[in-house]
C-alpha cells in the first residue's frame, strides 16, 4: 500500500541532544568502529544506518526519535566519520570493509550493549545494509524505517552513473571530464576508483571532489539547496569517494536483486518506506517494487521531495513513522 505525505520541514524534527553513552568498538582487522547512544537508557532501541556507503552519521540522525522513548543508537561504518583507520589515508586497506563486515559489526555492536532486538532506521545506502541486516537477522529486528530506499541493484548504479545523466547535462559533462577521454565511454564506477587510488594526491583529491560535486548534484530538488559542511571537506570526500566506488565495483557484494528476492523474510516485521516522489538519485520503482514484495512494508511518498533528507516533507515523515512504533 502507498500513502502520500505533503509538507512539513526540519522544525519538526526533536530537539538536538547529546549521547549519554559512547566509544569505540574493536571489530578485528584493526579496525574501531565509533559508536553512541542518545535518548533514554531504558528506551525502545533502535539503530541508525547512515548512508554512502562512507557518509558517517550525523547530527540530525538522532533527532527522527523522541528521546524520552528510544534508545538510540548510532555509529560511523568502518573507514568514515570518526571509525579509524579513516578511508582518507591511501593506505586504509578496504578489502576488509565489506558489506558483510559492516553487518558482522552491526551484530558485535548489539551484543556489546546488551541489546536484545532493535527498530533499523536506515537512510540511502543505510536501507540497503537495513535489508541486508533484517532478511539475515530477522529475529533481531522489531520494526524497519527506510529513507530513501536503494536495495543494491546493478541497475540503480548504472542510473546513477550513466543513465540520469540526460536530466542534468551541465553537472554530467564535468563529471566525464574528471576521468581520460578513452574511458568515458566505460565503467565511470571503475575509473574513479583508479584515479581514487592514483598515487598522485592531486588526482586523488580531484577525483573526489568531481565524485562527490556529482552525486550531490543527485541528491536535493532545490538547485540551489547547500550541501552540509562535510561535503566540502577534502578528507570526508575522498573517504567518501574511496568507499563509494569500493563497494559499487563490487556491486556491494550481493547477488543481483536478492534482497527483493529474499522480501519474504520480513513477513511479521511491520516497516514503513518513505521516499520522496522527486527522487532522481533512486527513482520511486524501487521503493515500489520493494513494497509489493514485502508484505508488512508501507510505502509512504513524499509527493514534493527528491533523495535529501531535508527536501520538504522528509523529515516529518520519518519522525511520524518513529512515533507509530515508538509503544509498538
Known amino acids: 500500500m502507498a ?40 528506551g525502545k532501541p533502535a539503530v541508525v544506518l547512515h548512508g554512502g556507503p562512507g557518509s558517517g552519521c550525523s547530527t540530525g540522525m538522532r533527532r527522527y526519535f523522541d528521546p524520552s522513548v528510544y534508545r538510540i543508537v548510532l555509529f560511523d561504518q568502518r573507514g568514515c566519520g570518526r571509525s579509524t583507520p579513516h578511508a582518507s589515508d591511501p593506505a586504509t586497506d578496504l578489502s576488509v570493509n565489506t558489506t558483510q563486515h559492516l553487518i558482522a559489526d552491526m551484530e558485535l555492536l548489539r551484543r556489546h550493549l546488551g541489546i536484545d532486538r ?34 543494491g541493484r546493478r541497475s540503480a548504479i548504472d542510473w546513477l552513473y550513466r543513465g540520469v545523466a540526460p536530466l542534468f547535462p551541465e553537472e554530467w559533462a564535468r563529471f566525464l571530464a574528471g576521468v581520460p577521454a578513452p574511458e568515458r565511454d566505460g565503467d565511470l564506477v571503475e575509473a574513479y576508483h583508479r584515479l581514487l587510488e592514483d ?114 516533507g522528509m523529515s516529518a515523515t520519518v519522525v511520524a513513522a518513529t512515533n507509530r512504533f515508538a509503544h509498538h
Open 3 to 42: 500513502a502520500l505525505a505533503r509538507g512539513g520541514d526540519v522544525s519538526e524534527l526533536y530537539p538536538e541532544i547529546e549521547p549519554y553513552d559512547h566509544g569505540m568498538l574493536d571489530v578485528g582487522d584493526r579496525n574501531l568502529v565509533y559508536w553512541e547512544v542518545c535518548g533514554s537508557p531504558d
Open 118 to 151: 532493535w527498530l533499523v532506521l536506515g537512510g540511502s545506502w543505510g536501507s540497503t545494509l537495513g535489508l541486508v541486516y533484517t532478511e539475515g537477522h530477522p529475529d533481531r529486528v522489531t520494526e524497519i524505517i527506510l529513507v530513501g530506499v536503494t536495495t
Open 199 to 312: 598515487p598522485d594526491p592531486g588526482v586523488r583529491a580531484r577525483a573526489a571532489r568531481d565524485w562527490s560535486d556529482w552525486e550531490w548534484a543527485l541528491t536535493s530538488i532545490d538547485p540551489d539547496a547547500v550541501p552540509d559542511a562535510r561535503w566540502s571537506q577534502p578528507r570526508f570526500q575522498l573517504a567518501r569517494a574511496r568507499i563509494v566506488t569500493h563497494y559499487f565495483r563490487h556491486n556491494a557484494w550481493l547477488e543481483d536483486g536478492v534482497l527483493l528476492r529474499d522480501a519474504g523474510s520480513l513477513a511479521g516485521i511491520p516497516g514503513v518506506m518513505v521516499h520522496g516522489r522527486l527522487d532522481l538519485g533512486s527513482p520511486l520503482v524501487h521503493a515500489w517494487e520493494l513494497a509489493r514484495a514485502w508484505p508488512d512494508g508501507e510505502l509512504v511518498i513524499v509527493s514534493a521531495a527528491g533523495h535529501s533528507s531535508t527536501d520538504p
